[in-house]
């Protein structure tokens, strides 16, 4: 079965542009959640989605929007890039919510690497 | 703030041996705890998880250990293998959130030697 996959791998943005970051979770999983990972820190929660509902926000900036489809797939949304949205940015899926009460780990795309000239 | 915090950034062991990580949390909220590998290139892979409600969880050669107490867990791989060479993370969820937001550390590289 395929995991979660995300495209594109690599981009590279201008200050001030916008990207789209796209993400299609394990079949049968109806919640992703986006993270951002910077160089030598831990991924840090960005969204979560759960049956098309936003479910949780870290804390970055309205810049930052996501939304999911009717098929569960995902997509990240940065506005008005800064040279401090470089990062590699990771989408995890999981059948439930992924908390102790459903026990289902999240589990991770490989990541889109995002550099900002 | 950082809740969750791995104050070993790095860890050499030879093969064959024990590797012990380690990981440190503030939330006593915590209730669900995951260890993830990562490689270059690739996204982090779920290796094990453990609830609050256990103190021990073993899956192979990787057991993880939770003292609540201390607010304290550590990852146990026997033997260590060369493939074991990766990064580490250490995450948390928080038991009032229904929705599992994690919270990672920054993660140990691990280099196993011959």
């Known amino acids: 079965d395929a995991g979660v996959t995300q495209s594109p791998t690599h981009l590279i943005k201008t200050r001030g542009q916008q990207v789209t970051l796209r993400c299609s979770p394990i079949s049968g999983h109806k919640s992703v959640s986006w993270y951002q990972q910077v160089l030598g820190q831990g991924p840090q929660f960005i969204f979560q989605?759960?049956?098309?509902?936003?479910?949780g926000r870290g804390n970055f900036p309205d810049r930052f929007s996501a939304r999911q489809f009717p098929n569960y797939s995902s997509e990240l949304n940065v506005n008005a890039l800064l040279l401090g949205d470089s990062a590699l940015y990771l989408c995890?899926?999981?059948f439930g919510g992924g908390s102790a009460k459903s026990n289902q780990p999240q589990h991770f795309g490989d990541g889109t690497r995002l550099s900002i000239l | 703030d950082q809740q969750v915090k791995q104050n070993s950034p790095s860890l050499s062991v030879q093969e064959g041996r024990i590797s012990i990580l380690n990981c440190d949390y503030t939330n006593s909220m915590f209730d669900y705890f995951l260890w993830y590998k990562k490689y270059p290139a690739e996204g982090p892979t779920f290796l094990i998880s453990?609830?609050?409600?256990?103190d021990k969880n073993e899956d192979g050669r990787f057991t993880v250990f939770l003292n609540k107490s201390a607010k304290h867990l550590s990852l146990h791989i026997v033997p260590s293998q060369p493939g074991d060479s990766a990064v580490y993370f250490c995450a948390a969820s928080d038991g009032t959130d229904s929705w599992g937001k994690l919270q990672f550390g920054a993660g140990t590289q691990v280099v196993v030697t011959p």
């Open positions: 995890a899926s999981s």
């Open positions: 453990i609830s609050s409600i256990k």
């Open positions: 989605y759960y049956e098309k509902e936003e479910r």
